[in-house]
T-cell receptor, first 113, second 118 residues
Framework: DAKTTQPPSMDCAEGRAANLPCNHS???????VYWYRQIHSQGPQYIIH???NNETNEMASLIITEDRKSSTLILPHATLRDTAVYYC??????????????FGKGTKLSVKP | GAVVSQHPSRVICKSGTSVKIECRSL??????MFWYRQFPKQSLMLMAT?????????EQGVEKDKFLINHASLTLSTLTVTSAHPEDSSFYIC??????????????FGSGTQLSVL
């Protein structure tokens, strides 16, 4: 079972920041938080991941709380092309699980003009 | 970023026939590849994990004799749906784990294959 909880859907105005929350209260010390998104009828696209420090790349920022029980993905200036289902996943990066990703239901983000 | 190529993107077949889906890592070596299935409006479900040169590990409820997986090289894994039936119609997606990716490794996904069995 997925170890994360996300709201099923969110709306965001084009050009505004989209803040997508994720709860992962049972996260273990060696588990990373990964974010992927899936645009309709395509494979998931990697966005960002982190362990405990906040991370930023060209796509987004990831804010992880100090207790690591929740995180927020921030798309700073959402565009219509950011409309997708966003998945927050916790994962052991290496080891016996072989690092597979277990997908929950994600958040369907709709960016509106 | 790394590229995973999946082919075909869409296939329509008759009930009872077999369909092969290919997943290639184009610019990196993938020791492990994963196969997922996604039904409409549902999330991705892991079907099996394949390691180069060894037998695949199937998730509970996935028939290994129906979904044949071969991972003969570090850049290619194939999924063959044998004797396909309409209930096998789904979106199949592969992902690849880069060899030696380290603690901050990512999984890269193919673009998916929409299988429709008539």
């Amino acid at each position: 079972d997925a170890k994360t909880t996300q709201p099923p859907s969110m709306d965001c105005a084009e050009g505004r920041a989209a803040n997508l929350p994720c709860n992962h209260s049972t996260i273990s010390g060696n588990e990373y938080v990964y974010w992927y998104r899936q645009i309709h009828s395509q494979g998931p696209q990697y966005i960002i991941h982190g362990l405990k420090n906040n991370e930023t790349n060209e796509m987004a920022s990831l804010i992880i709380t100090e207790d690591r029980k929740s995180s927020t993905l921030i798309l700073p200036h959402a565009t219509l092309r950011d409309t997708a289902v966003y998945y927050c996943i916790v994962r052991v990066s290496t080891g016996g699980s072989q690092g597979n990703l277990i997908f929950g239901k994600g958040t369907k983000l709709s960016v509106k003009p | 970023g790394a590229v995973v190529s999946q082919h075909p993107s869409r296939v329509i077949c008759k009930s009872g026939t077999s369909v092969k889906i290919e997943c290639r890592s184009l610019d990196f070596q993938a020791t492990t590849m994963f196969w997922y299935r996604q039904f409409p409006k549902q999330s991705l479900m892991l079907m099996a994990t394949s390691n180069e040169g060894s037998k695949a590990t199937y998730e509970q409820g996935v028939e290994k004799d129906k979904f044949l997986i071969n991972h003969a090289s570090l850049t290619l894994s194939t999924l063959t749906v044998t004797s396909a039936h309409p209930e096998d119609s789904s979106f199949y997606i592969c992902s690849a784990r880069q060899k030696g990716g380290g603690a901050r490794e990512k999984l890269f996904f193919g673009s998916g294959t929409q299988l429709s069995v008539l």
